[in-house]
T-cell receptor, first 115, second 110 residues
């Protein structure tokens, strides 16, 4: 059973703080993703990693960075949090294979509030 | 770039009524289409994908390339179907980044 865990369910930070969101998966998946989930906007991809130390920008990377030093762990970093980054953040992982696009397994989400 | 459109933010139906959640996409190639579902206080999870041509929890979805649609259907809605539904597209087989739609909240009225 695939498990994707996120370090916090709820987080409250102040404007200008550096924020770290951690995600860990235990199924040896190559791909990991960070999304924002906002009402009316759906899921928007922030960053995608297809291997250790490899990353690609998603649709809304501005204000975010990521780190993947180990296969099972993918971190999202808000260098200087702003109120417009208040959102639900979802991490996901999936297998990688050229013959198909595989199911993404999601974590429970971190609801971040920036005040 | 591909785009996924879910025109309804909220769809309310009575229990036992048919359900159709609309999904339209814009992409000229041969995409792979998915439906994901998020029940209250649960994780987002895959419901079904077009290449499997399967029925999950009574839901089916047919890819119509002519109309570029992938509508999700169920003949008789149940209360437990109430959830947020997202349509998603991968532009080609093997491409792992998918584009999600904005979601439709399905509310089944008892």
């Amino acid at each position: 059973d695939v498990k994707v865990t996120q370090s916090s369910r709820y987080l409250v930070k102040r404007t200008g703080e550096k924020v770290f969101l951690e995600c860990v998966q235990d199924m040896d998946h190559e791909n990991m993703f960070w999304y924002r989930q906002d009402p009316g906007l759906g899921l928007r991809l922030i960053y995608f990693s297809y291997d250790v130390k490899m990353k690609e920008k998603g649709d809304i990377p501005e204000g975010y960075s990521v780190s993947r030093e180990k296969k099972e762990r993918f971190s999202l970093i808000l260098e200087s949090a702003s109120t417009n980054q208040t959102s639900m953040y979802l991490c996901a992982s999936s297998l990688s294979h050229r013959t198909g696009t595989y199911e993404q397994y999601f974590g429970p989400g971190t609801r971040l509030t920036v005040t | 770039a591909q785009r996924v459109t879910q025109p309804e933010k909220l769809l309310s139906v009575f229990k036992g009524a048919p359900v159709e959640l609309k999904c339209n996409y814009s992409y000229s190639g041969s995409p792979e289409l998915f439906w994901y579902v998020q029940y209250s206080r649960q994780r987002l999870q895959l419901l079904l994908r077009h290449i499997s041509r399967e029925s999950i929890k009574g839901f089916t979805a047919d890819l119509n390339k002519g109309e570029t649609s992938f509508h999700l259907k169920k003949p008789f809605a149940q209360e437990e179907d109430s959830a947020m539904y997202y349509c998603a597209l991968s532009p080609r087989r093997g491409y792992q980044k998918v584009t999600f739609g904005t979601g439709t909240k399905l509310q089944v009225i008892p």
